[in-house]
């Protein structure tokens, strides 16, 4: 009976030590898996933190890449694309494509050499009148004044022909009508001579330095400027509503003496689909060969064009387009070169 009762005891005493280690071992369990639950979220939290730092460190290398690139595209046409003139082979001996909006010389060729300027003559002649507020609507009549007895150049405005003083500005610039800017000048108050010195003074007003005027024609070699002085007088010209209007106009009928004719546009692109012609003039006489001007937009940029002394009927109107497909060329390659950059720096390391 002790015996038994002994061995009860020791049996107690086991059980009692297996439910205590099992307990214990519960304990542990829930105490390592409290530990190991900060552990893992710890690590789950450094991998968003890592992930966020990955995606901010993209975001500002792809702003990084961005604010680049815009500096670059601002800078590329006026210094990387433009650096390819080489390329523009012009036969004016004088030239100049200006960047209207810039004031760059995107091309420039003896763009400084004083020559002779002929019927651009009349832009600074048409500012003038313009500048007077005449009646546009009051009458001018030709007079044997008006005849050229320089070059014996013809006209279809016959002496005693009345038109308006608009209709005269209108074939002044359209169609380069030496009879009709010649009579302008005379009906300016003070006549002639007080208009040959207005001309004289807007040209020293606009900064044209190399440029003198001596008569309202251009008949006169010694009208005389600057390829960069022009596009002085283009740009002060683009500013007169009038004068756009009336200088790229294609054709106009117009009444003379009681007869209605057709004057066209000395300048044939001014009708051409592929051009948006602002402003348009040209000249010629001897002295001074083939001359256009023009303000247009070329490759969705506003430009100041001056070509003197073309040699050739279709010289000055070839350089022209020689200009249009050099720009647009530049311009292609420019937004090549923005697409490959821009894919070049999407593409970052993962």
């Not at 792809?62 to 012009?90: F, P, V």
């Not at 009879?179 to 208009?195: E, K, V």
């Not at 001359?291 to 940029?301: D, P, S, T, Y």
Request: glycine share 6%; with cysteine.
């Amino acid at each position: 009976m002790h015996f038994l009762l002994k061995a009860m005891t020791v049996l107690a005493v086991v059980m009692a030590s297996g439910l205590a280690g099992a307990n214990s071992s519960a304990t542990l369990d829930k105490s390592k898996a409290k530990t190991a639950a900060p552990k893992a979220a710890s690590h789950t939290q450094k991998a968003v933190v890592a992930k966020s730092v990955k995606q901010s460190t993209v975001v500002a290398r792809k702003a990084h890449a961005s604010a680049q690139l815009a500096g670059k595209t601002r800078g590329l046409q006026s210094a990387d694309t433009w650096r390819e003139a080489q390329k523009l082979a012009l036969y004016s001996a004088s030239a100049l494509v200006l960047d209207q909006r810039a004031g760059d010389a995107l091309f420039q060729k003896n763009a400084d050499v004083v020559a002779p300027i002929a019927s651009i003559t009349k832009l600074m002649t048409a500012m003038v009148v313009l500048d007077s507020q005449p009646n546009l609507q009051g009458a001018v009549a030709i007079s044997e004044e008006d005849v050229d007895t320089l070059r014996g150049s013809r006209s279809r405005l016959h002496v005693g022909s009345v038109l308006s003083r608009e209709t005269a500005l209108l074939l002044a610039l359209m169609s380069s009508e030496n009879r009709a800017a010649h009579a302008l000048a005379r009906h300016y108050p003070g006549g002639l001579s007080a208009f040959i010195a207005a001309m004289n003074a807007k040209a020293q007003s606009l900064g044209m330095a190399h440029t003198r005027f001596e008569d309202p024609t251009g008949l006169s070699s010694n009208n005389v400027s600057t390829a960069h002085d022009l596009a002085r007088m283009v740009t002060a010209a683009h500013h007169y509503p009038l004068i756009r209007e009336w200088s790229t106009t294609s054709e106009a009928m117009v009444e003379v003496s009681g007869r209605e004719q057709t004057f066209r546009n000395t300048n044939p692109l001014v009708k051409s689909p592929a051009w948006d012609v602002g402003l348009s003039k040209t000249g010629y006489i001897h002295e001074a060969g083939k001359c256009l001007v023009m303000q247009a937009r070329v490759a969705e940029k506003p430009v100041v064009i001056v070509l003197l002394d073309s040699a050739g009927k279709m010289t000055r109107v070839g350089d022209a387009n020689r200009i249009k497909r050099w720009m647009e060329s530049a311009q292609a390659s420019h937004k090549t070169q923005t697409h490959a950059a821009v894919r070049g720096d999407g593409k970052g390391p993962g």
